[in-house]
């Protein structure tokens, strides 16, 4: 059964643009704004920054409340306001996704033929732990070949993944080279949709390399937001292939050069208008003084002449 489209997306379709969930728009907004840093955001301030990307105050409070619930966001309550911060998962996922983003790149040049194969069995009393790991293995660059197996062009260390999700026990995981009658190409193709992957890299091509950005972003800010958010979901599903074994005329490089370019255009006008608008808290100065007042309640205070 097909799901309805909102107003929202149907808007958002008419003028071109991918319409985002609103929890892939919040890992991005604090993937750009929080990743690396000690703060947390009040929601005052990141819902004024999601209705410049049209994602009412309703969706964005649900949104929060979901990714707490779901371990990436934490509550931090002071006086009557609210602040989130990163949780150490969500941080982990997100530097997993800058490194996909900035360091590896859209096309592998560079393959030596090596694979990294996962194997696993989960019962279906279990179901949320397998989709859970599905994602994870398709985060990671992975593609199904046949039920239970999974392969990657590449060396994935796959045990701190294993070793997030509880599932160690229930993983096999192995590299090696395609063998005969086995062809990596062929292989490529039976885990990998490549022409799918193709149209991806095309439509984002398309949505982006005109004068006017897709979605009706008023400013830098929200371009940056909407751009980014885009690209990883894009990158999420596009994994990290051989060139060797890829069509001509493939489109990831392109895509990423504009998506680069695109970024570096928008960076200086976000950061401006984030310096502006976004309250923030510093959770280190805070963490400091909470464990300086601690110390002084447990040596009965610093006395006075």
């Known amino acids: 059964m097909t799901r309805p489209h909102s107003p929202q997306e149907s808007t958002d379709a008419a003028e071109g ?11 991005s907004f604090f993937g750009i704004h ?25 969706a ?16 931090h309550r002071r006086g009557r306001r609210m602040y989130f911060s990163l949780t150490e998962r969500a941080a982990t996922v997100l530097s997993d996704g800058q490194e996909r983003i900035w360091r590896d790149g859209a096309v592998n040049r560079e393959w030596d033929g090596t694979w990294t194969l996962v194997g696993f069995s989960l019962p279906e009393s279990r179901r949320r732990e397998r989709h859970d790991l599905r994602s994870r293995l398709v985060w990671a660059g992975f593609g199904p070949v046949q039920s239970g197996l999974w392969v990657a062009p590449r060396r994935v ?3 701190p993944l294993a070793a997030e999700l509880g599932l160690a026990g229930h993983i096999r995981a192995f ?14 193709h039976a885990a990998f949709d490549v022409d799918a992957i193709a149209a991806g890299y095309r439509s984002f091509i398309e949505r982006w390399d005109g004068p006017v950005p897709p979605g009706g972003a008023a400013d830098d800010m929200a371009r940056q ?10 990158v999420r599903d596009a994994p990290y292939l051989p060139a060797e074994h890829l069509p001509e005329g493939w489109p990831a490089a392109r895509a990423e050069e504009l998506f680069r370019e695109l970024a570096r255009r ?9 310096d502006e608008m976004l309250e923030r808290i510093d959770l280190v100065g805070e963490s400091a003084a909470g464990e300086a007042g601690t110390e002084e309640a447990a040596t009965g205070g610093s006395g006075s002449d």
């Open 60 to 75: 964005v409070r649900s949104t929060l409340t979901r990714m707490v619930g779901r371990g990436l966001l934490e509550r």
């Open 157 to 159: 260390d796959v045990a």
């Open 175 to 188: 590299h090696g080279e395609a063998a005969p009658p086995t062809e990596a190409g062929s292989l490529l």
């Open 34 to 58: 929080v990743l690396g840093r000690d703060i947390a955001l009040s929601s005052a301030c990141v819902i004024d920054a999601f209705a410049r990307v049209r994602v009412g105050e309703d």
């Open 225 to 234: 937001l909407l751009l980014h958010t885009d690209w990883l979901e894009l």
């Open 266 to 274: 928008y960076e200086p006008g976000a950061s401006r208008l984030a």
């Open 17 to 27: 643009v991918a319409p985002a969930r609103p929890q892939s728009l919040m890992m």
